[in-house]
């Protein structure tokens, strides 16, 4: 569970072109981070300079795969990607160094929480995952003119309307979602992607990027110093 073996998975699927293989990052198809980015890209909240998430849950069952540290378990590795993907996401670009800090479960082993600041040069994005904490989840958006705050960042509920807030200066507005299911959503355009042979929605290299900043994490927090990434990264 380390980018080696993502850059192997994307070796290997591109010596199948015919195949089609995707990580399931199902939060970007909810139309609420789409209208989160659009925002964005549009200037509507000034120029981004941050962005701070939280994810948490509470979880002490020694067999669930979680808390088992030799297939991968911990706060990290199952939701604080969702906080590293999702910032460059809006950002539309790759950290330059990051710094992390985690404390272990003196049982498991496994990483319990995770706190993590991602340098994006003159942008920033910080995040705490945990998996014994209350329950809880948050994304705020920050820009020179405004802010955008979603409630329900991850874990959108497929029967209740979901909503984000947008504030541009002194105007606060709440913006209301329909019912949708983002799991649907997503399986629905990995079909298309399959049945009109046209390119998935999330390229694997993204997952290969991904995976090169979870690594940093892990490095800084086991070092306590800040890890450089390397500016090269596999082509598209």
Same mark, same amino acid.
């Given at each position: 569970?380390?980018? /080696?073996?993502?850059? $192997? ?51 002490? $069952? ?28 809006? @950002?539309?670009?790759? =950290? ?9 479960? +003196? ?12 340098? @994006? ?10 998996? !014994? ?19 329900? =960042?991850?874990?959108?509920? =497929? ?8 504030? !541009? ?16 959503? !997503?399986?629905?355009?990995?079909? !298309? ?21 979870? $690594?940093?994490?892990?490095?800084? /927090?086991?070092? $306590? ?5 390397? +500016? /090269?990264?596999?082509?598209?």
């Amino acid at each position: 569970l380390q980018t /080696a073996e993502a850059e $192997d998975l994307l070796a290997a699927a591109k010596k199948h072109p015919h195949l089609k293989v995707m990580e399931a990052f199902m939060y970007r198809h909810h139309p609420q981070w789409r209208k989160a980015q659009q925002l964005v890209n549009e200037g509507k909240i000034g120029d981004l300079r941050t962005i701070n998430s939280f994810f948490s849950y509470y979880n002490a $069952d020694p067999g669930n795969i979680r808390n088992m540290a030799e297939i991968g378990g911990g706060g990290l590795m199952d939701i604080g990607c969702y906080c590293i993907s999702l910032a460059r996401f809006i @950002f539309n670009s790759e =950290p330059q160094r990051v710094s992390g800090k985690m404390e272990y479960d +003196p049982e498991f082993k496994t990483d319990r929480l995770c706190s993590g600041l991602l340098d @994006f040069g003159d942008q920033s994005s910080t995040f705490t995952c945990a998996t !014994q904490l209350t329950p809880y989840q948050r994304v705020n958006i920050f820009g020179t003119e405004g802010r955008i705050e979603i409630e329900i =960042p991850f874990n959108a509920p =497929p029967d209740q309307p979901c909503r984000i807030w947008h504030q !541009q200066y002194d105007k606060l507005e709440e913006i209301n979602f329909e019912l949708c299911d983002q799991y649907t959503i !997503q399986g629905d355009l990995f079909s !298309q992607a399959i049945l009109n042979k046209t390119e998935i929605p999330t390229p694997l290299v993204d997952s290969v990027k991904n995976m090169r900043v979870l $690594d940093a994490v892990i490095n800084s /927090a086991e070092s $306590d110093r800040w890890v450089t990434l390397s +500016p /090269a990264i596999p082509p598209d």
